[in-house]
């Protein structure tokens, strides 16, 4: 960066963005190395010399060597950061970096079980400890409501959120938003013992509704850990976490209503783009059959 004619103009901006928006030194370092990328491509022309399509060159030239979409967001979102700060501060007239936006990532498809998993996941067993107990209605609640891990940890016990009698549970998710979503009947019978055998758990002045070991409010970390041993006790070869219970919940609707706007209200997508996704999951299924059935698809 020192090498550079205006790298005083860039040492500058990374030390009014270190004391005005308290960055961490690991995201300013970031900033410095993407704007010592500019510097290279700059060559000996000034930063006042950049032009719009100029930067869509060098974020090809970026991707040309490997850079991925994030990285190049991230170098997009610096140099646009320094252009904004030199148009308020040093007299640059305009930044030539805004409404320039790196590649998109491909979105991964969500990880769902199949049906069959789903059951051997749930299938019946004898009652066991208060643990277990409490582990079999988490997860009944979270494949049956779809509901998101920090909206199941928490739950209070008695705030009237959960009503096992009409078989629904209020919870609020991001952006605040609240919803209500029913809750199926095996889940209602999983709740149920749980409810029984809480106070053999949970401390005497505990809200939540699932609590861990010590008594308190269960942490989401040992929901994974819990639901991770819960599977392989069951035989599944599958990673299987708790948001993949919700991703289940969704796909295994959507294979059987084939109503996105239903299962959109239920899982709290603001955007039915979000919910989208899983008609994609649906398709890979059905994609699935075809190869295998079809005649002009099988391989010879």
Same mark, same amino acid.
């Given at each position: 960066?020192?090498?550079?004619?205006?790298?005083?103009?860039?040492?500058?901006?990374?030390?009014?963005? =270190?004391?005005?928006?308290?960055?961490?030194?690991?995201?300013?370092?970031?900033?410095?190395?993407?704007?010592?990328?500019?510097?290279?491509?700059?060559?000996?022309?000034?930063?006042?010399?950049?032009?719009?399509?100029?930067?869509?060159?060098?974020?090809?030239?970026?991707?040309? /060597?490997?850079?991925?979409?994030?990285?190049? %967001?991230?170098?997009?979102?610096?140099? *646009?950061?320094?252009?904004?700060?030199?148009?308020? &501060?040093?007299?640059?007239?305009?930044?030539?970096?805004?409404?320039?936006?790196?590649?998109? %990532?491909? *979105?991964?498809? +969500?990880?769902? !079980?199949?049906?069959?998993?789903?059951?051997?996941?749930? *299938?019946?067993?004898? +009652?066991?400890?208060?643990?277990?107990? /409490?582990?079999?209605?988490?997860?009944?609640?979270?494949? @049956? @409501?779809?509901?998101?891990?920090?909206?199941?940890?928490?739950?209070?016990?008695?705030?009237? /959120? !959960?009503?096992?009698?009409?078989?629904?549970?209020?919870?609020?998710?991001?952006?605040? =938003?609240?919803?209500?979503?029913?809750?199926?009947?095996?889940?209602?019978?999983?709740?149920?013992?749980?409810?029984?055998?809480?106070?053999? !758990?949970?401390?005497?002045?505990? =809200?939540?509704?699932?609590?861990?070991?010590?008594?308190?409010?269960?942490?989401?970390?040992?929901?994974?850990?819990?639901?991770?041993?819960?599977?392989?006790?069951?035989?599944?070869?599958?990673?299987?976490? +708790? &948001?993949?219970?919700?991703?289940?919940?969704? @796909?295994?609707?959507?294979? @059987?209503?084939?109503?996105?706007?239903?299962?959109?209200?239920?899982?709290?997508? %603001?955007?039915?783009?979000?919910?989208?996704?899983?008609? &994609? !999951?649906?398709?890979?299924?059905?994609?699935?059959?075809?190869?295998? %059935?079809? +005649?002009?698809?099988?391989? =010879?």
């Amino acid at each position: 960066m020192d090498a550079h004619p205006d790298s005083r103009l860039a040492r500058d901006y990374l030390h009014a963005l =270190k004391h005005s928006r308290r960055l961490s030194p690991a995201t300013l370092a970031n900033y410095g190395r993407a704007l010592d990328v500019l510097f290279g491509l700059l060559g000996a022309a000034g930063l006042n010399s950049l032009q719009p399509p100029q930067v869509r060159r060098f974020i090809a030239i970026l991707h040309a /060597r490997g850079l991925g979409p994030r990285s190049l %967001a991230l170098t997009l979102s610096a140099w *646009r950061g320094c252009f904004g700060w030199l148009v308020r &501060h040093r007299g640059f007239r305009v930044n030539p970096v805004l409404g320039i936006r790196a590649p998109r %990532a491909p *979105r991964p498809l +969500p990880k769902a !079980l199949s049906v069959e998993a789903a059951q051997r996941l749930f *299938r019946e067993e004898k +009652p066991g400890t208060p643990e277990l107990v /409490r582990d079999a209605a988490m997860f009944e609640l979270l494949y @049956s @409501s779809g509901l998101r891990l920090g909206e199941l940890v928490a739950l209070d016990v008695d705030d009237g /959120r !959960l009503d096992l009698r009409q078989g629904e549970v209020t919870v609020t998710g991001k952006g605040a =938003k609240t919803r209500t979503v029913p809750v199926g009947a095996k889940a209602r019978e999983s709740l149920q013992r749980w409810l029984s055998s809480r106070s053999r !758990l949970a401390a005497p002045d505990e =809200k939540a509704l699932f609590v861990g070991g010590r008594g308190r409010r269960i942490s989401p970390a040992v929901v994974g850990v819990r639901l991770r041993a819960w599977a392989r006790r069951r035989g599944l070869a599958e990673r299987v976490h +708790p &948001h993949m219970l919700r991703h289940s919940f969704a @796909s295994h609707l959507l294979q @059987s209503s084939q109503d996105l706007r239903a299962v959109q209200e239920l899982l709290g997508h %603001a955007s039915i783009s979000t919910t989208q996704v899983y008609t &994609h !999951l649906d398709f890979q299924a059905l994609a699935k059959v075809y190869d295998a %059935a079809h +005649p002009r698809a099988k391989k =010879k």
